[in-house]
Structure formats: C-alpha cells, structure tokens
C-alpha cells in the first residue's frame, strides 16, 4: 500500500506530459516561421572512416547517393512552404556557426547565387532524416529510435516544443497513398540505408504552425 502514492505520481505525471505534447496546435507572435529549410544530404564521411572492407565503401557511397536523390526529389515535388536549399553533412558545423551562403547547393549540386538567408541569419530550420535525438521536452511516449525528418534551429539543436520538429503522423489521405509513398521511398538494409515520404507532411504542418509564408521575396530553386 505505500506504493500506491508513488504509482498514483507516475499516472498523474504520464498524463500531464501527454496533455502538454498534445496542446497548442499553432504559433505565438514571438516563434518566428523559417525563411527556408536546409536539408542536410549524407554524404557518410564519418561511417567511412570506421569501414574497413573497401567493398563496402563503394556500396555504402551509392547506397547514400540513392538515398539523397529520393529525399531531394520528396522535397522538390511536395514541399511549397518556403524555400528549400542543400548542404552537405561535412559542412554541418560551419552552418551551425552561422556561415551559409558558401555551402547553400539546389538539388542539382549547384551553388545557390541569391537565397533568401544570408549568413548569420537566424531565421532557418536545419532538417535531417534520421533518429530523433531527444531533449528534456521530448514526450515519454516519443518513437526515438524510428528515423524520421528532424527539424533542428539555426545553431543545430532540436526545436523546442510545441515548435514543428518532426512532421508527425500521416493524417491525410494522400499521405497514406501507397503509390505516393513507393515512389519516394529508398532502403537498403546492407548499409542501414532509408529514407520515407515526408515533405508533404511536414510542408503541411508549418502551414498549420505558422500560417501563411510571412516574409516577402519568396524565391525557390524550383
């Protein structure tokens, strides 16, 4: 019977963090919605120096590849939120440190001339396809070990709740379509190679977060 008090925390606590994962569905005044996205490709730098069969190199290079093409083409097709951009893993630090411009590609590997962000800005999100490094706001019940698309801030840190830092189940029907998810779809088990269908949601979802596209001279590589 003395358990019974603790139990009785542990219920209330499981309900509270449900309940706040569960509120407050759009912005306030002061949570800014981003300029672009920069989506990172992968280009396995640090898997590659801990791959010692050169087979496997080879395989692992093409594996990414494929896997890069599919994500730039979900993003390119589906997303029309705001404008998107590329860099590459191996550059992620320097983004991070706020130097932009040098590393901003399109989806066919070219610089981009005039983005919207200049270095230093403040105002993009950093996305990822990946596992969800959780932080202290991350809900009990959260699928941390299922790669997703994840949204980080300017300086590489997982947006804070309620802010739009994964796009979240698929509750539309075209988000459900078979057809429509294949086509995007890439995995390769050998290399742990994935990538899934998620531009649509997430472009949905900083629609309903942010509203409409807030800033002027809305430009895209497409």
Not at 90 to 100: D, E, M, T
Not at 162 to 181: D, E, H, I, Q, V
Not at 196 to 206: E, G, I, Q
Request: charged share 25%; with cysteine; proline share 6%.
């Amino acid at each position: 019977m003395k358990c019974a008090p603790i139990f009785l925390l542990l219920i209330v606590h499981a309900f509270a963090s449900s309940a706040q994962w569960s509120r407050r569905k759009t912005a306030l005044p002061s949570e800014k919605a981003p300029k672009a996205v920069l989506v990172e490709l992968f280009t396995g730098y640090k898997r590659m120096d801990r791959t010692q069969d050169s087979l496997t190199k080879p395989e692992l290079q093409d594996a990414l590849r494929k896997a890069n093409q599919k994500m730039m083409m979900d993003f390119e097709d589906n997303f029309k939120y705001c404008p998107v951009y590329y860099f590459y893993d191996s550059n992620i630090v320097a983004l991070q440190n706020g130097q932009v411009l040098e590393f901003l590609m399109d989806d066919k590997g070219q610089k981009i001339e005039n983005p919207v962000v200049q270095d230093g800005d403040t105002s993009i999100f950093l996305l990822y396809y990946g596992i969800l490094v959780p932080d202290e706001s991350t809900p009990f019940d959260a699928h941390v070990s299922k790669k997703m698309l994840v949204a980080l801030d300017y300086k590489g840190d997982l947006l804070p709740y309620p802010l739009p830092r994964t796009p979240g189940p698929a509750t539309y029907k075209n988000f459900k379509s078979k057809k429509f998810n294949v086509f995007y779809k890439y995995s390769n088990t050998r290399t742990d190679t994935h990538y899934r269908a998620c531009a649509k949601r997430y472009s949905h979802l900083l629609q309903d977060f942010y509203g409409r596209y807030p800033y002027k001279n809305k430009t895209t590589t497409r």
